[in-house]
């Protein structure tokens, strides 16, 4: 059974931090690019914050360049979303991703239920 949890979400005052959590079960962690997106009210999802399978690379949309960071540990199934310096537009339900990047793998793709965060005074 592929499982990707989120956890972390919540209320925050504008400025403030979160740090999200996706655990994943039920495939090889290893193999898969871990992303990030985020989809708030009456918009369309976009993506956040991508890192490699191997941990060598990350990417981060323009907006959150400088102010969220992505991480994974993969002894522990486990990506990362530090959330710093948090705006009310950051306002969005976020969904951790899983993609294959092996031969072994290719095609298959997995996404999470989703955790709220809410920036707001």
């Known amino acids: 059974q592929v499982q990707l949890v989120e956890s972390g979400g919540g209320l925050v005052q504008p400025g403030g931090s979160l740090r999200l959590s996706c655990a994943a079960s039920g495939f090889r962690f290893s193999s898969y690019g871990m992303s990030w997106y985020r989809q708030a009210p009456g918009k369309e999802r976009e993506l956040v914050a991508t890192v490699t399978s191997t941990g060598s690379s990350v990417n981060y949309a323009e907006s959150m360049k400088g102010r969220f960071t992505i991480s994974r540990d993969n002894l522990k199934n486990s990506v990362y979303l530090q959330m710093n310096s948090l705006k009310p537009e950051d306002t969005a339900v976020y969904y951790c991703?899983?993609?294959?990047?092996?031969?072994?793998?290719?095609?298959?793709?997995?996404w999470g239920q989703g955790t709220q965060v809410t920036v707001s005074s």
């Open positions: 991703n899983a993609d294959c990047a092996h031969y072994s793998c290719f095609g298959r793709n997995y």
